[in-house]
Antibody
Framework: QVQLVQSGAEVQKPGASVRISCKASGYTFSAYYIHWVRQAPGQGLEWMGVINPSDGGTTYARKLRGRVTMTRDTSTTTVYMDLNSLRAEDTAVYYC???????????WGQGTLVTVSS | DIQMTQAPSSVTASVGDRVIITCRASQGISRWIAWYQQKPGKAPNLLIYAASTLQSGVPSRFSGSGSGTEFTLTISSLQPEDFATYYCQQANNFPWTFGQGTKVEIK
């Protein structure tokens, strides 16, 4: 069965960086784009960007460009999301999601809480 | 960026009620819209995609309609497990954007 399993919760100080992993299984890794979406406490969903696991190509949200990097390791079928220069407003649950043909999320990771606090 | 405006932001309803949630896009998105249900502490769950296609395994009491800029999600007969927050999402252009959410609460 399709699974996306994310790494565990993180607590980071302002200015630090965080890396979240998303391990995919149960399907052909290179065949489906992986997106990242975050949700601040009590807030809605914010799209962060996308990576093509086949060639590593990425597109990022304008507001995060320069701070976010998405990479993949095809040998371990894992996607990574790095966010640097963390601020308090980056405190959120971060989700990876697989996108089916037609540009909609059919599977999600379980979410990773990142808390940015001094 | 395309703005997705959902209404209402919250609705209080009883089991068996019909609930309609609307989503308006700030520009035309054809039928590139999906609807998700999210329960506390969980990831969103896809209900409807391409405006009106029911995702596999989703009960038929959920339906979607619309095209262009106006879309609706209808729950024909609300069940106890449907109390949750619902989001629309456009996938016509990057950046993909979501509505602000509609919380469906128990009356």
């Amino acid at each position: 069965q399709v699974q996306l399993v994310q790494s565990g919760a993180e607590v980071q100080k302002p200015g630090a960086s965080v890396r979240i992993s998303c391990k995919a299984s149960g399907y052909t890794f290179s065949a489906y784009y992986i997106h990242w979406v975050r949700q601040a406490p009590g807030q809605g969903l914010e799209w962060m960007g996308v990576i093509n696991p086949s060639d590593g190509g990425t597109t990022y949200a304008r507001k995060l460009r320069g701070r976010v990097t998405m990479t993949r390791d095809t040998s371990t079928t894992t996607v990574y999301m790095d966010l640097n220069s963390l601020r308090a407003e980056d405190t959120a649950v971060y989700y990876c999601g697989r996108v089916m043909g037609g540009n909609f999320f059919d599977y999600w990771g379980q979410g990773t809480l990142v808390t940015v606090s001094s | 960026d395309i703005q997705m405006t959902q209404a209402p932001s919250s609705v209080t309803a009883s089991v068996g009620d019909r609930v309609i949630i609307t989503c308006r896009a700030s520009q035309g998105i054809s039928r590139w819209i999906a609807w998700y249900q999210q329960k506390p502490g969980k990831a969103p769950n896809l209900l409807i995609y391409a405006a009106s296609t029911l995702q596999s395994g989703v009960p038929s009491r959920f339906s979607g309609s619309g095209s262009g800029t106006e879309f609706t999600l209808t729950i024909s007969s609300l069940q106890p497990e449907d109390f949750a927050t619902y989001y629309c999402q456009q996938a016509n252009n990057f950046p993909w954007t979501f509505g602000q959410g509609t919380k469906v609460e128990i009356k």
